[in-house]
């Protein structure tokens, strides 16, 4: 091997050492807030992802389950609630949520995003793609509550009570879960991309509006067989899809808690779509694919808050559970307790979510440095809370409302004729399909 001159030598030791120097003091400068484009690229791909499962996942999804007659009305409510809480968040919203206030909401520090611009930095991405990202969990949650009094809803009662709800429900978990507020700091409870926030809150605050509101006209007596089962698995598929922004984007940059949220939510979620239809065929004779569907989106919602704090293994544990649980929620709690959950929303995410917020304790890994049973009560005492606080807050606004709107259900003769023409006068397929 030759060997180079010491004055070629020295100056290559001496670049050497610059490279080093450069490259830590870059690593510094990234840790200290600086933006990373290939962190700002994935946030904001995984931005357009979860708005992929607002608009059109679960768009399609419910769309798919009710009446042909009531199509368009799920739709509508699914494209108004991007509107009416895509403003409310740019206005108020995100300062409530991840302004300093208290231990339980925020102040109006940022009204209007003010304070915010171009250089603004959260971690490692510009802050208005953290807005936006967060933004999106805001939209989607108030419309995951729809799918349990679709089809007898007036409209401007949905359009009042997802807009006092959100800032009334989902607001103050936000701030407490992930803005520095309670549930976090004192409880400290863990919930990676929403199990809390988003799930439970929207599932529990949805059994009490189906029981608040009353069952359809019919209920148990006539069929309510979904008008396209194809739509529905469209829309599953997208959410699908949309949930690894959802999961993944929740580490705010392209790194290997990201991979790892990334694994788990696929494995979790291929694992209940699994055992959903085993328990399925065994129990009823044959699988069918609206079982399929629910069974992945039951997946998807439980590994949510455990995403990156459990292993492969974990994600089997997870999503398997949540398979045995929520199968049983849907197909024997709700005809046990008689209320019409039209879509199961209570079954699926409230009953998902708060079994993967408990599961978060049970299947922890050791990477987290945590303990696992104090992990476990910190997990049990954030689930009694987010179910007691979304259920009496739901009760209080709707019935609230009840007293200042009147009934909160539109005729039995709208009902009747459905709210694609009563509430918009509009058809999904021209003339046809009245069921």
């Known amino acids: 091997m030759p060997v180079l001159p010491k004055p070629l030598s020295r100056a290559l030791e001496t670049s050497s050492l610059a490279v080093l120097v450069l490259l830590f003091l870059t690593r510094a400068a990234h840790a200290e ?40 009305s799920v739709l509508m409510q699914c494209m108004f609630s991007a509107g009416m809480i895509g403003v409310l968040w740019v206005l108020v919203g ?22 915010i611009t171009p250089d603004s930095v959260s971690g490692t991405i510009p802050t208005y793609v953290f807005v936006m990202f967060q933004g999106m969990f805001a939209i989607i949650t108030p419309a995951l509550m729809l799918g349990a009094f679709a089809e007898r809803m007036r409209f401007s009662v949905y359009a009042v009570f997802i807009t006092i709800w959100v800032f009334v429900v989902y607001i103050p978990l936000a701030h407490m879960v992930w803005g520095g507020g309670y549930i976090a700091t004192e409880i400290e409870a863990l919930d990676f ?98 079982g399929a569907a629910t069974g992945l989106v039951a997946g998807l919602v439980a590994i949510t808050p455990a995403c990156a704090f459990v292993g492969p293994l974990g994600a089997i544990g997870i999503g398997a559970g949540a398979a045995v ?8 709690l709700k005809p046990a307790l008689g209320y019409d959950d039209s879509l199961d929303v209570f079954g699926v995410h409230g009953v998902g979510g708060a079994w993967g917020a408990l599961a978060t304790g049970i ?63 509009e058809t999904a397929y021209g003339q046809g399909g009245s069921n």
């Open 363 to 425: 299947f922890i890994t050791e990477m987290t440095g945590l303990g696992y049973g104090g992990q476990i009560w910190a997990q049990l005492v954030s689930i009694l809370l987010t179910a007691v606080f979304a259920c009496s807050a739901t009760a209080i606004i709707l019935y609230g409302m009840k007293a200042v709107m009147g009934d909160l259900r539109v005729s039995e003769e709208e009902e009747f004729e459905g709210l694609d023409l009563a509430s918009h006068s």
């Open 325 to 332: 649980i929520c199968y049983s929620a849907v197909t024997f």
């Open 193 to 290: 991309a929403g199990g809390l926030v988003v799930h439970m809150s929207s599932g529990f605050s949805a059994l009490v509006a189906a029981i608040i509101v009353g069952p359809r006209l019919g209920y148990g007596r006539e069929s309510m067989a979904p008008n396209s089962l194809p739509l529905t698995v469209i829309g599953a598929a997208l959410l699908w899809v949309g949930w690894f922004g959802f999961n993944a984007g929740s580490e705010l940059a392209a790194d290997g808690v990201a991979g790892l949220a990334f694994l788990t939510t696929q494995t979790a979620t291929v694992t209940c779509l699994l055992v959903w239809t085993l328990i399925e065929w065994v129990h009823r004779g044959k699988p069918t694919i609206l």
């Open 94 to 115: 995100y300062s409530l949520a991840f302004g300093e206030g208290n231990a339980f909401i925020g102040d109006l520090s940022m009204f209007g995003l003010a304070g």
């Open 33 to 72: 807030g600086t933006i990373d484009t290939g962190d700002t690229a994935w946030m904001m791909t995984s931005t357009l992802l979860v708005l992929l499962m607002a608009l059109p996942g679960l768009a399609l999804f419910y769309g798919g389950l009710v009446r042909t007659k009531n199509l368009l």
